[in-house]
T-cell receptor, first 109, second 113 residues
Framework: KNEVEQSPQNLTAQEGEFITINCSYSVGISALHWLQQHPGGGIVSLFMLSSGKKKHGRLIATINIQEKHSSLHITASHPRDSAVYICAVERVSNYQLIWGAGTKLIIKP | DAEITQSPRHKITETGRQVTLACHQTWNHNNMFWYRQDLGHGLRLIHYSYGVHDTNKGEVSDGYSVSRSNTEDLPLTLESAASSQTSVYFC????????????FGDGTRLSIL
């Protein structure tokens, strides 16, 4: 079993829909990262969480440390949100990231 | 603005050749990482460094080496390229300490024929 599991693997939605991507992990962590990879390949860090909730524009990330679960939400989705969203957890005290397989999101106009 | 750059962006080479991929960051970060990304595997850690003259093996380090002679650069060398090393390679850097975001280069697409 992978240490970081994302769901769904693929998600297609219509413009304007509320999107949720989930991440579960099985190891002790110091932080959880959400990253975005666009079709061109570049990887951008969206959020880094160790507790609670963070919001940036239309993106919201939450984490429940007790349940070892995080969600990434996108409100009022737009075709430019189409990308692969990757969850990665940072092992306690060694800075290394354990990567989920990613969720490919397509938003149709 | 600080940045992290990889070169080349694309490379095609033959099996058995030595290949070096460059990674240069101007963030003055202590931590630097090399990943490879393949379909069905996500990103996998090849080597990483926590500072000058420090290097460590990741989960898929066989056939690769790195050296860290200064803060800015962590070149990745394939000693004798194999077709199984055809992949997209990403370099990243972060500040020291827990919970710091990693900043990524744009990637190098390497094809080994």
């Amino acid at each position: 079993k992978n240490e970081v599991e994302q769901s769904p693997q693929n998600l297609t939605a219509q413009e304007g829909e509320f999107i949720t991507i989930n991440c579960s992990y099985s190891v002790g962590i110091s932080a959880l990262h959400w990253l975005q990879q666009h079709p061109g390949g570049g990887i951008v860090s969206l959020f880094m969480l160790s507790s609670g909730k963070k919001k940036h524009g239309r993106l919201i990330a939450t984490i429940n440390i007790q349940e070892k679960h995080s969600s990434l939400h996108i409100t009022a989705s737009h075709p430019r949100d189409s990308a692969v969203y990757i969850c990665a957890v940072e092992r306690v005290s060694n800075y290394q990231l354990i990567w989920g397989a990613g969720t490919k999101l397509i938003i149709k106009p | 603005d600080a940045e992290i750059t990889q070169s080349p962006r694309h490379k095609i080479t033959e099996t058995g050749r030595q290949v070096t991929l460059a990674c240069h960051q101007t963030w003055n970060h202590n931590n630097m990482f090399w990943y490879r990304q393949d379909l069905g595997h996500g990103l996998r850690l090849i080597h990483y460094s926590y500072g000058v003259h420090d290097t460590n093996k990741g989960e898929v380090s066989d056939g690769y080496s790195v050296s860290r002679s200064n803060t800015e650069d962590l070149p990745l060398t394939l000693e004798s390229a194999a077709s199984s090393q055809t992949s997209v390679y990403f370099c990243a850097s972060s500040e020291g300490g827990d919970g710091q975001p990693q900043h990524f280069g744009d990637g190098t697409r390497l094809s080994i024929l």
